[in-house]
């Protein structure tokens, strides 16, 4: 049975300039002449899904990567009408669209926001020029803060701004500056990533033969408690784990992940929960192209069986059914990692069990631990928790499956 939320769609765009040296996503550099058949595939594979899932309305649009920044306005313009076209899209949906500064200007943005996107993310990641470069990144300070500027007088007024903290090398004086220089641009979304080390990536090899320091975790805590001060001075709601707004200005897109509810995934490597599947295209946009270009004449698929479904879908490349009891256990994962907690009383409808019942001990044995309390109808993590989140993960997973 197909659920009858709304969905979240996301369409993945897997091009960049250059590719940043820490970096494990599906994306790919020097590859931009592949945009315009890409889309087209993009526009082939959202038909299919909405003949296929009988046209379910679409709350959220978020286009991540990779650099969507690339795409020209015309190309964005002519996805969202492809959308638009296969799906009930709701009047007041949240469009997001991710950005790198150096990519945009305000003609650019004010395109963006005359067809439809509502919500930039800017990957500033850095205010200092040496982390920047750490990085790998394509940009500077100052083109961070030109990007801002531009998108406020192209009219934007819903803008997220990325960090990434725990670099090697980085001092909490460091930290503390880029907080102070973010905080400055006023953006209604900041997301604070620590860092993570992906092998195979330069950023690693530069660490495992000793070129960088390593990162210190438990200097990452102390930024991660610093943010948390600094931001809630600032008037900004810390509602996920890595995650802070302005009241009412949360990325709804990504609620509805964290909330475990159903997400589809349009492009190459784009993954998708539905129909009690989890499943993932294939990775390399010129396979994708082919695989959904070959569809193009085909029938549209009959709504019908999630896995009957994906028999014809040529260019989804790994499945995986989702049992009750793994959705459940992933739903109280999700759902801890907002900062409110997961709501007892609608885990306890969807799924016809409370959650002490459902992982015998563990509820217990962490509150008395300090790291779960519940509060105004939620299980949440304590502060304490949230900086031992795997602990607390680690120590459900043992109990619930």
Known sequence: MMSDAPLALYIHIPFCRTRCRYCDFNTYAGSQGLVPAYCGALAQEARFWAAALGTPEVATIYFGGGTPSLLPVPEVQGLLGAVRDAFPVAPATEI???????????????????????????????????????????????QAREAVAAARRAGGDNLGLDLIYGLPGQSLGDWRADLGAVLALGPEHLSLYALEVAEGTPLAADLAQGRLPAPDPDLAADMYLLAEESLAQAGYLHYELSNWARPGRECRHNLAYWRNGPYLGLGAGAHSWL????????????????????????????????????????????????????????????????????????FRERFGVGVAAAFPGAVEELGAQGLLETAQGHLRLTPRGRLLGNQVFSRLLSSGL
């Open 275 to 346: 129909g009690g599947m989890r499943f993932a295209n294939v990775s390399r946009p010129e396979d994708y192209i082919r695989l959904a270009h070959a569809l193009a004449e085909a029938r549209p698929a009959r709504p019908g069986a999630m896995a009957a479904l994906l028999a014809v879908a040529p260019w989804v490349a790994e499945r995986e059914t989702i049992s009750a009891r793994l959705e459940l256990v992933e739903t109280v994962m999700m759902g801890l990692r907002l900062v409110a907690g997961l709501g007892l009383e609608a």
């Open 96 to 142: 997001s669209l991710e950005a790198n500064p150096g990519t945009v200007d305000e003609g650019y943005l004010a395109g963006l926001r005359a067809v439809g996107v509502n919500r930039l993310s800017l990957g500033v990641q850095s205010f200092q020029g040496r982390f920047l470069r750490l990085l790998g990144r394509g940009h500077s300070a100052a």
